[in-house]
């Protein structure tokens, strides 16, 4: 049974940074494609970045250039580091996980989630 559990989740003031950590247990992480999602208070879940098995990334338009993913799979870890953090990035952020070598780009694409970590941005 996979597990993900994601941490780093915290309260920020606008402009600040964040570093999100995911650990996966129970599968072959190194196999599959990792991703972060997203979901704000009133809203639909949304894709927000994708990394590939072989370490090709993908991002949503409102976090590009803000976001990054990476993975370690010596850790079974996957990370996002949120940059220049807005009032509209607060939502709760999850762990994905899509069993194949190419990232999603889309919510539907990953099947695996785990419980979810709160980000909240304070202007």
């Known amino acids: 049974q996979m597990q993900l559990v994601e941490s780093g989740g915290g309260l920020v003031q606008v402009g600040e940074s964040l570093r999100l950590s995911c650990t996966v247990s129970?599968?072959?992480?190194?196999?599959?494609?990792m991703g972060w999602l997203r979901q704000a208070p009133g809203k639909e879940l949304e894709f927000v970045a994708g990394i590939s098995r072989s370490g090709g990334t993908y991002y949503a338009d409102s976090v590009k250039g803000r976001f990054t993913i990476s993975r370690d799979n010596a850790k079974n870890t996957v990370y996002l580091q949120l940059n220049s953090l807005k009032a509209e990035d607060t939502a709760i952020y999850y762990c994905a996980c899509r069993p194949t070598a190419s990232y999603g780009t889309t919510a539907a694409d990953y099947p695996y989630r785990g419980q979810g970590t709160q980000v909240t941005v304070s202007s």
């Open positions: 129970g599968g072959s992480f190194s196999w599959y494609s």
